[in-house]
């Protein structure tokens, strides 16, 4: 492995752990054709950058993305900024001619996105969505089995994203609860996720009926008295018909007691089904129509086996992982993608489409009626 | 027990056994105001409905259900027969001043339902619907519970009824297939009990927004060759808004593989959810928000204890019971209600309730909008 | 179906209950070759007898049970009368030629057992122990599947039969915890069911080493002052070597809180395992080594399904029943032995069998070492 | 953090991966005393040992683990090499005056564990057996509620380690079932780890009744023709009553089919019961008995709160951690004692616990009777 990525990272709160930690490990754990180095990490806040930098690894550390970007001995840029910095730091770095992995929702519209997606066509530059959840094995087996044909003719999606970190009315108003801030609330943050797998399980969404809502609608602010207005939804769902002509059931809340970060998602398919909980993120369960009459029912795979995607180059049968080992298979096909130029899966274009699907509903819930994806 | 209730009992097919089971087991094992003398069965081929009655326990049978309708030594009429037929039936019935225990759906359209209600509050007979889903004891727990206000304030329902017994393109086309025989598919079969279920629990609906599909749009002819049209749906989902303010997913289908009868429900509140599926029916889930932080969880409630509602009739804790039981219990307390004149719930009423929520799907599905409930 | 089978039972507590639901059930859900009639229901007390008798559906009761067994119109004896009495009854039955079902433990002791099958041998008469699991469809589908080869060679039987009635110290000292009208405590009532479990899907037992413990020594009388010394043990378990070769745990308990009749049976064998948990009683788990390495994992069978054992002639598929059918499959395999004097299984050798373990346990308790099976 | 800790890991094979993570991450995860440096790594084959420096991040590599504990620059000694070798290396570091970190079993026998104990208590050094599933956060949770009261008096202990991977008999003759290589098969491998969390949960053993078995007797040698003699246990498990007075089931094997690493754990006590799959290590199952009677049942607890023990310091509420997480908790409450020469725990003295009911096992399964612990 001569050769070497020079990584620079913007932004390192919470996502900015889970990535760092992702560039640490990857090379320990995954065959890779260049080695990353954790170059430099970037914030505005230069005491909170720097002891960042000091506790999760990195070199070097900045408080200008703008000097990132341009430095020469810089390869790749990770960017888990913010939602509404998302495109202009992208564009610069295309522009720069860097490898780019940006985390969801792409941006902050549709047209922010066409933009990011014309920037790294014209760069040719590889360009990766963190939609990281695809590459949880128990996931990315799911879609090694439907290409394999072993679901048949797809006709239900049905996907859940519950949490229920919002509930208490005390829960002040924090950034994600601020439309200008967030963007939206449930919808684009873990809403985005389900729409993602759908796409990535089932394909192109046709059209959306959906439903926004708002079940508290003022909190008390943070740091000072007094209340404000919340302006994201708390939860968003939809129906959907696909281009395939199945159909699709979609919800996500932050009003789900009990329900810390269900992710449920659930295929059936003419041959077969498929059911997932994220909570148990380590099983898929599988329907095989064609088992023996008196011996059907739901598979509880363990995906741990060397056979599974991902999955072997960590622990032996049965030992199970978590959650941040869904970015270190992210991580590691990007690494291979960018070191040898080459394209790879979920991209900005898929990013774009997600965010398609997202102003639909949006639209849908507005106009209280069935919207087309305009694409 | 003095009392006897004389029943008379129209159809004998499938649910036909279920109420014959239950009229023969409810005395048995309920304290009863009357206890229920299984007198006459009534179908049309004269055959199949002697046969019936002795394999069914029935001292005598019919072939003329206005004939039954008119004995005056009949107290109740029972009809399980096909859905077009059920109201010229109930109207007989209340005219003739019997009790009415009438299965679901009530009618063909709301148009029937309003004429039945008519009927029966003029003639003053109890009546009820065959919601039998209400009296699973885990569904009658969950009831009490929310009535408790264990849950707080109800801000999401879902709910899934999957089944699979359709997938097979070479399943041929049935009476339920046909729209002028069953009025609908999936949609007035199994989508009408978990919208049963949500007005149990929840309370009634506001608005809704529709999907209707049908996968197999043509199926082999039953006993002849060729292929005929399938006129019903096989999938019926919708969004539903509820006049408190909680929002809903309902989804049925018959096309979800490896699901048999699958009916989950889920209730998430400000102070608490619960969960159900009916494939563990002797079970509830119940997360508690009020128990200690480290040691909170979904509590797995094995609904076999002599505190539970119903279920203490039967087993001693942990020795489960089945589908068939959801019926005794329902007829134990539509017994106790005709014997003393009394009102019982779900009535003909909720059955109307329950039809105008179906009609507003139908309508969303042809408009591609949100539609309101007429009532 | 010309013929009727006229029965007697004696004995008419929680046995007796569910023995009459099953007499009554039978024959309105399975073909029989005779159909029983509840002719005479007999117990000690008058006024008890009688009601249950009335409750319970049976023609005639009576207060003696040598009348019963002389009776020329009574063609079956069912025995659920407790343990001390169930030879006496048994022996005198095959002498008048009866039909017998007996419920288990067969008797007190081997010396008991030995005679009874002497006297049903001598008198060639249908016998039959009532171990009722043995039909849980689930059972009978895992008895099948290792029949038919599907798990090779078995290595291992776990089973653990759980309950949590006595943990209470408050709990009064009833007849169930004296030696001298119980025989013993979890031995005798529940560990003989997963020793007959372990018989009917693995086979032999050769020797055991076996634990029992009394955790709570004294209780409350009954209905008097004081305290009593409890003479039965609270929870038994032993290690077990069978003729095959395979190796067995079993544990039973009236002391695991929170269990509230979990029988859990788990076999492995050289290609394939099974596992039961009889909570969730209509399934079966099934893991297949031979499915392709990517795609395996213990299957969920809803063992409901019309090629499934017994259970197509209730409901259609996902449609559970519960613990009382266990008993209706029982008696209707009975009656159709008895009506043409057929043997059945398990029989009263099979009793002899299960008492010949439970005595080796309670031999290794005293004698601290591995106990032979003597038989 | 300004002080260090400089590591000296001896073995590199499957547990010199997993140290090596634990190594690498402890420090970027929770807050230490001193921050590990992983200065060497040790192995017999040069170039092995190399490649894995590489590999796993160490700075320097050594082929001689006498030279290694000589080294001043040294601070801890991390032992996970074969079994036959702990006791040398720990004894020789023990003089050097290292912090010693062992992998389990602490050693070949007790009289080992016994000078292994002697040289670290008379050089007063830091001790650890490397016990990590006590750092499950489930099970260190299961602790704390058990010394908290929850449960109450223990009754119950029951464990159960299976695996499958030597099912099939053209498995090799690999070194682990060879005794003189690995001292004992699925006994000193697996079963070790349900006897140590015995420990930790219940306390000490008094006595044991053991069975160790060998189903497959011969194999396929390894690189050669022909066949060789399997020399260690397929399976042990024993019957155990502790000194507290509660009692114990514990098994564990090699060849239960579909059983990857399922180590099930239940507790039944006075007050409450727990219970705990590592197939599903992030969940812990509570009964409270002090629930409501109507509202009592097993809380599925997904043990991933702040207020949970060790996992606060990973991700948010849902995000699950895997198996190499336990390393990681384990080596953080080793590095904070060894900064400060304090005692932690699990230490040599456990190992020695641990070791003499292993070998009371043994002992029962040639005596064939119970067998005392003696200490």
Known sequence: MPQTLNIGMIGYKFMGRAHSNAW????KFFPLKARPLLKVICGRDEKGVKAAAS???WRDYSTDWREVVRRPDIDVIDINTPNDTHAEIAIAAAKAGKAILCEKPLAMDVAECRRMLAAVRKARVTNMICHNYRRIPAMALARKMIDHGDLGTIFHYRARYLQDWIVDPKFPLVWR?????AGSGAHGDI???IIDLARYLVGEFSEVSGLMHTFIKKRPLEGKRGFGRVTVDDTAMCLARFRSGAVGVL???RFALGRKNSIQVEVN???GSLSFDFEDMNRL????????AAARGYRDIIVTESVHPYVGAWWPPGHIIGYEHTFVHTFADFINAAASGKKVSPD????LRNQEVLEAVERSEKSRRWEKIRS
Do not use: I, M, W
């Open 24 to 27: 640490r490990q990857v090379d």
């Open 269 to 271: 398919g003419s041959k």
């Open 191 to 193: 809403h985005a996720h």
């Open 348 to 351: 900005f274009e898929d990013g």
């Open 177 to 181: 609860l601020q439309k200008h801030l």
């Open 55 to 57: 506790q999760l690894g």
């Open 285 to 292: 369960k599988y329907y095989n129509n064609a088992d023996p």
């Open 251 to 253: 919800e996500a809340t």
